[in-house]
């Protein structure tokens, strides 16, 4: 199975700041790649698919970029709100395995 | 819009089966262009994948190896909903259960249901 491994682990940054964040297969998935926003407590929430498409009502400082193996999420302007757990998930074939996950603090 | 609306127990008996049903509106569960998924969450194991259940033009299902043995995602027409049931609990079955759908064209999971957490103990 291809593996999806993400990082960093856990991120703090200031608001404001622009935020990177990597996820690598561990085999070629073309774009077939999500990111979602997990809040404490709450459901994930889809950011973005096939790579680098923005889900209806996300804002726009949210972006996404990469294909085959290499991908990452990346906020231009950080806000309070974007405190969260940040997940890939890979799609071109079961099994649809996820990320670890980012943790994004607030510095 | 469309809504997933999740029920079941919280606890469940190790060796005993969790049974939890998805109810949908807003969409059909026999939809030709959506696939109908069960996840799970935990501390130890993150965001799993464990199944899936789709219509085209036949029912289809696609299962994680991890519980491929134990799983089985069957849709209800007549109730317009989804359900999972896996077999012989352990406590490393103890999570929480999503449910949520994907769409053809854009595939990752859109719409979630509430979650459900599911103890395994005796």
């Known amino acids: 199975d291809i593996q999806m491994t993400q990082s960093p682990s856990s991120l703090s940054a200031s608001v404001g700041d622009r935020v990177t964040i990597t996820c690598r297969a561990s085999?070629?998935?073309?774009?077939?790649l999500a990111w979602y926003q997990q809040k404490p407590g709450k459901v994930p929430k889809l950011l973005i698919y096939?790579?680098?498409t923005l889900e209806s009502g996300v804002p726009s400082r949210f972006s996404g970029s990469g294909s085959g193996t290499d991908f990452t999420l990346t906020i231009s302007s950080l806000q309070p709100e974007d405190v969260a757990t940040y997940y890939c998930?890979?799609?071109?074939?079961?099994?649809?395995?996820f990320g670890q996950g980012t943790k994004l603090e607030i510095k | 819009q469309v809504q997933m609306q999740q029920s079941g127990p919280g606890l469940v008996k190790p060796s005993q089966t969790l049974s939890l049903t998805c109810a949908i509106s807003?969409?059909?569960?026999?939809?030709?262009?959506?696939?109908w998924n069960w996840i799970r969450q935990s501390p130890s194991r993150g965001l799993e994948w464990l199944g899936r259940?789709?219509?085209?033009?036949?029912?289809?299902?696609d299962y994680a190896v991890s519980v491929k043995s134990r799983i089985t995602v069957n849709p209800d027409t007549s109730k317009n909903q989804f359900s999972l049931q896996l077999n012989s609990v352990t406590p490393e079955d103890t999570a929480v259960y999503y449910c949520?759908?994907?769409?053809?064209?854009?595939?990752?999971?859109?719409?979630w249901g509430q979650g459900t957490m599911v103890s395994v103990s005796s």
């Open positions: 949520a759908r994907a769409v053809a064209g854009k595939d990752g999971f859109d719409i």
């Open positions: 807003g969409d059909s569960v026999s939809s030709n262009s959506a696939a």
């Open positions: 259940t789709y219509y085209r033009s036949k029912w289809y299902n």
């Open positions: 085999q070629g998935i073309s774009n077939y």
């Open positions: 096939a790579a680098s």
């Open positions: 998930q890979k799609y071109n074939s079961a099994p649809y395995t």
